[in-house]
C-alpha cells in the first residue's frame, strides 16, 4: 500500500482545514487508516484512526474537532480538523495496517507528512 497524504497548509485559529491520504491498492477497504502527528521538537503522535468498519477513535485532545471519514471507492481517508488551535501545528501522516490494534502505534505503511500550521 503506497499512501500520499495532501492539503495542509496555513490556517488561522479557529479555522477548519481537511487533509486527503489517497491509498493505492484494490485492498484499501480492508485497512485500519490512521493519523499521526508531530510537532516541532516532539516525537510523533497518535491523533485517530479509522476502522474498516467505519469505527472510529480519537485521542482526547481532538475529540470533538477533528473528524475521521473514509471513501472507499476513491481509496481515500480524511482528517477534518475544526477549531483548530495553534497547539494543532504539526506535520500530518497517514497510515495504515490491516490490524486495528497496530495502527494506533505502529503501523506497517506510512503516507509522506503534510505542513499544518495554526496561526494565532
Known amino acids: 500500500v503506497q499512501l500520499q497524504a495532501f492539503g495542509g497548509g496555513l490556517v488561522q485559529a479557529g479555522g477548519s482545514l481537511r487533509l486527503s491520504c489517497a491509498a493505492s491498492?484494490?485492498?484499501?477497504?480492508?485497512?485500519?487508516m490512521g493519523w499521526f502527528r508531530q510537532a516541532p521538537g516532539k516525537e510523533r503522535e497518535f491523533v485517530g484512526y479509522?476502522?474498516?468498519?467505519?469505527?472510529?477513535y480519537y485521542v482526547d485532545s481532538v475529540k470533538g474537532r477533528f473528524t475521521i471519514s473514509r471513501d472507499n471507492a476513491k481509496n481515500t481517508v480524511y482528517l477534518q480538523m475544526n477549531s483548530l488551535k495553534p497547539e494543532d501545528t504539526a506535520v500530518y501522516y497517514c497510515?495504515?495496517?490491516?490490524?486495528?490494534?497496530?495502527?494506533?502505534?505502529?503501523?506497517?505503511?506510512w503516507g509522506q507528512g503534510t505542513q499544518v500550521t495554526v496561526s494565532s
Open positions: 497510515a495504515a495496517d490491516q490490524r486495528s490494534t497496530i495502527v494506533t502505534t505502529a503501523p506497517h505503511y
Open positions: 491498492g484494490r485492498t484499501f477497504r480492508r485497512y485500519a
Open positions: 479509522i476502522h474498516w468498519s467505519g469505527d472510529t
